[in-house]
């Protein structure tokens, strides 16, 4: 499935600028980084699951808001781009 996750961290604290940095690099393991706090996603069911676990514990829900949008099939290949938005090759493994 192709997924699009922006998250949003209150960042007015330590603790907030801690969890920005734990979700950038959480997000990182799943997705390529398309703006600062955008991620495309290619993922199966499982890892799914496994990355919604890992964002609810990074995040204060009382401040912080995560939102991932399921996009149809070749949902991607779609993108307009506008500026310096370079096309991101989802077919290509993830390196870490």
């Known amino acids: ?14 603790e907030g600028r801690r969890r920005l940095r734990k979700m950038a690099k959480l997000c990182e393991g ?14 199966d069911d499982a ?3 496994t990355l919604l676990d890992g964002a609810t ?3 204060d829900a009382s401040a912080d808001s995560v939102r ?6 070749n949902g991607f290949a779609a993108v307009h781009r506008l500026g310096v938005a370079e096309p991101v090759p989802h077919t290509d493994p993830l390196i870490m």
């Open 30 to 43: 799943y997705g390529h980084r398309v703006q600062k706090s955008v991620f495309e996603i290619v993922c």
């Open 68 to 73: 991932i949008y399921r996009l149809p099939a």
């Open 57 to 59: 514990r990074i995040m």
């Open 1 to 14: 499935m192709q997924l699009l996750l922006t998250y949003d961290v209150v960042t007015t604290t330590p």
């Open 47 to 49: 890892e799914l699951l």
